[in-house]
Nanobody
Framework: RLVESGGGLVQPGGSLRLSCAAS????????MSWYRQTPGRERELVAS????????NYGDSMKGRVTISRDNARNTVFLQMNSLKPKATAVYYC?????????WGQGTQVTVSD
């Protein structure tokens, strides 16, 4: 199970840190990803973190403004977002793939607006 939190309303230029708490598996053992989706559009990759020691990958849409990280002790993955722009407004989802099945959280809404 994946549970996202940390979304909300933020002004342009602000920051947010999203959390994805996992249960039933160990986040360090699987690649973990953040995606985002706006109405009428497909989900797009924001960032991925591979299994321990392998590295990270960022989608073009927010590269340079987001950092993905993992806290193994808390079994949680984070997405730090900085210098947010209104076009970052979306529902952000956490995802992992285990044995060829994709597991998604319920999503957390991020709104960037004055």
């Amino acid at each position: 199970r994946l549970v996202e939190s940390g979304g909300g309303l933020v002004q342009p230029g602000g920051s947010l840190r999203l959390s994805c708490a996992a249960s039933g598996f160990t986040v360090s053992s699987y690649a973990m990803s953040w995606y985002r989706q706006t109405p009428g559009r497909e989900r797009e990759l924001v960032a991925s973190i591979m299994t321990a020691g392998v590295g990270t990958n960022y989608g073009d849409s927010m590269k340079g403004r987001v950092t993905i990280s993992r806290d193994n002790a808390r079994n949680t993955v984070f997405l730090q977002m900085n210098s947010l722009k209104p076009k970052a407004t979306a529902v952000y989802y956490c995802k992992t793939r285990i044995f060829q099945y994709d597991y998604w959280g319920q999503g957390t809404q991020v709104t960037v607006s004055d």
